[in-house]
């Protein structure tokens, strides 16, 4: 009676040590739903949702302190994905976060532009190159068309450009069955 | 006799090769006008080295390989460059893309080339050669091939495999090149032999193609090395590069590997030509020969500059009949519709065909699956293609990769096959093309992920070199003021003064030194610089 009882507390002071030692060490620093969720928004990082940022957006909904329709860039195909990761219903996006807009990049008019840094402070991704009193240009491949450089130009040399299709970026069409016309 | 594997699948289209396999190749005239794309093959877009107004020779390149997988271009003839812009090419897509357009001077002056001993060559120095002799994949993949030409850390190749298969209906481009230049493709064979050192070597011929096999088997006759031409069953896609390596060896490489997993290398008898050509002439890739068939005239195979119209080439076959509605690049099966008649053959063009209703009418309207699995059956690279088509119509993406949407051909055989007219491989293309763009935008979104973390960082970091500068100045003016005698004061002063040593520690740390490898006299400059500049700042402070 007695070596089983001891045998049985043995096992779970032992058992017990186990699983705290676990706990420690493999402890889930971050809340693996922040990450999840940043990994659908778009990392445009243009502050559209009112956040500054997509992981502070996306630490939002984990937390429940936004909803899942503010991310214009993501557009509706991001709600989706978001409704379906947390298991909430789909909704429209927001109109108040704006609109979704085809994917651009900034363009600098270098001709125009007077070397202020204003844009290099604005840029979320550091796409932009150059230094006071220097021309500036934007690294196409780097910048995610957040837009966060336009406004604060002061001689409004920064406009954004469409990303056109291009052979290499095409995509084959969704087959669709072409109606013909009665007659 | 080799005893021969079959892939499962395939399909048995009416052939139509005997419209163009009897005559002879011509050599197409130089047109007036060439327009050249610089992206004829698979990997990066070659770098325009010519401008507008250049005075350009037969063979010149024009644009260099850049990056790993590309491949040069070159002038197809001598003349003049009028135009480096954006003009439609042969894509699906219709999409421009840059091109190189020439006035041809009819002259045909030859850039100076040369023979290659290239037995003496070092393997890297003959490969790069190839690259700048614009030699790709004729089949119509258009591959780089100095890149399979590579054995690897292995040194070695078990089977070297050439497809003189053509197994595309109408096509009929290599089966005369086989016929009338079969020596040239013997020492192109030699060539590959020497760079990739197989112990065998088999050429997959089409048993539909008796006059090809005997020409072949002669010239092979001829060779100092073992080549065995091998007859193969005609059916589609037996000239597939997987389908054809499991006829000849029963190999086959595995889900998503390549050819050279099962130690198989697989060159089309045209790019074999090519090598022979770049190698034993020193000429770069300016010409192919191209089928011109389907609804015109007189349908034959032509030799043609690299940049020729496909409206001028329909010409030569004697134009195009009556009812012509478009022309498909490649085959039937697998070919698509270009965009615009006088778009620019290109190295990966085998064939043309004039189309029309009569030839190819339009498929019915597709009616829903019903599962009958006669598409899983005709399918070579055993897949299911039912469920494919499930996946990719629902946009399920990643259960479709989870079937093997990769291993996809594309051969057509499934819509051949499928009774309800259902365009399958056009929904496949869909989903193929859907996920890379998914890759792409998914690597951007982790750049810009990556980028804005490290601004924040770094913006954190600029904070507190600040925060410990302006301590750094108070603390200097405390010690102006004359120490106090509090110790707890001391030990302030301590914490600040130890935190002025860390500051500098860390700031010596991130001083760029990049002064160091400098020459003397540079240094010097700088000293200067530095002196004039140290001149100058007490100027402004007594001014002020």
Same mark, same amino acid.
């Given at each position: 009676m007695l070596s089983a009882l001891l045998v049985m507390s043995g096992l779970a002071v032992i058992l017990g040590a186990v699983l705290g030692f676990a706990a420690l060490k493999f402890k889930v620093e971050e809340n693996p739903l922040v990450e999840k969720i940043d990994a659908i928004l778009?990392?445009?990082?243009? %502050?559209?949702? %009112?956040?500054?940022g997509c992981k502070p957006y996306a630490t939002a909904i984990a937390a429940g302190e936004a909803d899942i329709n503010q991310c214009p860039p993501g557009g509706e195909d991001g709600i989706r994905k978001l409704s379906e990761l947390l298991g909430v219903e789909f909704k429209p996006l927001n109109a108040e976060h704006g609109e979704p807009k085809p994917k651009s990049v900034a363009v600098i008019d270098e001709e125009i532009c007077i070397g202020c840094t204003l844009c290099i402070q604005a840029c979320p991704v550091d796409a932009i190159l150059g230094a006071a009193k220097q021309m500036h240009t934007i690294i196409a491949a780097e910048c995610t068309g957040c837009e966060l450089c336009v406004a604060p130009c002061p001689v409004d040399c920064i406009g954004m450009q469409p990303i056109g299709e291009e052979i290499a970026s095409w995509k084959w069409r969704y087959p669709v069955i072409p109606i013909r016309a009665a007659g | 006799m080799r005893t021969l594997h079959h892939f499962n699948g395939g399909v048995h289209p009416a052939q139509h090769k005997a419209e163009s396999n009897t005559r002879p190749i011509v050599a197409a005239p130089v047109p007036p006008r060439l327009v050249v794309p610089l992206h004829q093959h698979i990997g990066s877009a070659a770098k325009p080295l010519v401008k507008v107004g250049d005075k350009v020779l037969k063979g010149q390149m024009i644009a260099a390989a850049e990056g790993y997988v590309s491949a040069a271009v070159h002038a197809p003839t001598s003349g003049t460059v009028t135009v480096v812009e954006m003009q439609t090419v042969p894509h699906p897509s219709g999409l421009p893309d840059l091109c190189v357009t020439m006035e041809t001077d009819h002259e045909e002056r030859w850039i100076a080339h040369a023979p290659l001993d290239y037995r003496a060559m070092d393997p890297s120095e003959l490969r790069n050669h190839l690259r700048d002799a614009g030699?790709?994949?004729?089949?119509?993949?258009?591959?780089?091939s100095f890149i399979k030409l590579n054995p690897g850390?292995?040194?070695?190749?078990q089977t070297l495999i050439l497809n003189g298969a053509e197994c595309e209906p109408w096509i009929t481009c290599d089966d005369r090149l086989m016929q009338e230049r079969a020596e040239a493709i013997v020492q192109g064979i030699e060539i590959m032999r020497f760079m990739l050192r197989p112990e065998e070597i088999l050429v997959g011929i089409e048993d539909n193609k008796p006059q090809a096999i005997a020409a072949m088997r002669a010239a092979c006759a001829l060779a100092d090395f073992a080549v065995e031409v091998v007859p193969v069953p005609t059916i589609y896609p037996g000239g597939g590069a997987k389908q054809l390596i499991k006829v000849l060896t029963g190999k086959e490489p595995p889900?998503?590997? *390549?050819?050279t997993d099962v130690g198989v290398q697989c060159f089309n008898v045209a790019t074999a030509y090519s090598v022979h050509r770049a190698v034993h002439h020193g000429e770069p890739v300016i010409s192919r020969i191209v089928t011109v068939t389907g609804n015109v005239r007189q349908p034959g195979n032509f030799e043609v500059l690299i940049g020729t119209p496909v409206e001028q080439l329909v010409q030569l076959a004697g134009g195009a009949k009556d009812g012509t509605n478009g022309y498909v690049m490649g085959g039937p099966m697998m070919g698509f519709t270009l965009p615009q008649p006088n778009v620019p053959v290109v190295k990966a063009t085998n064939c043309i065909i004039a189309s029309s209703q009569a030839l190819f009418s339009p498929a019915p309207p597709a009616l829903p699956?019903? *599962?009958?699995?006669r598409c899983a059956v005709a399918c070579p690279a055993d897949l299911q293609p039912m469920d494919l088509y499930w996946f990719s119509r629902a946009r399920n993406f990643g259960k479709a990769q989870e079937y093997a949407l990769f291993d996809c051909i594309e051969c057509g055989c499934c819509t051949y096959v499928c009774p309800s007219h259902i365009p399958l491989v056009q929904y496949f293309r869909f989903a193929k093309s859907e996920i890379w763009a998914r890759e792409k935008e998914k690597e951007a979104a982790d750049l810009a992920r990556e980028r804005h973390e490290f601004r924040q960082f770094r913006l954190e970091r600029e904070k507190e070199e600040r925060a410990e500068k302006l301590a750094q100045k108070a603390a200097a003016k405390l010690e102006m003021l004359g120490g106090s005698t509090d110790p707890e004061a001391d030990a302030k002063k301590a914490a600040i003064q130890a935190a002025i040593e860390r500051a500098k520690a860390k700031k010596a740390a991130v001083t760029p030194q990049n002064v160091d490898n400098l020459p003397p006299d540079k240094l010097k400059e700088i000293e200067e610089i530095e002196a004039r500049r140290a001149k100058a700042k007490e100027g402004t402070q007594q001014d002020s």
């Open positions: 778009p990392q445009t990082q243009c %502050g559209q949702c %009112g956040f500054p | 030699v790709v994949g004729l089949g119509g993949a258009a591959f780089p850390p292995a040194q070695k190749l889900s998503g590997g *390549r050819s699956c019903i *599962r009958c699995s």
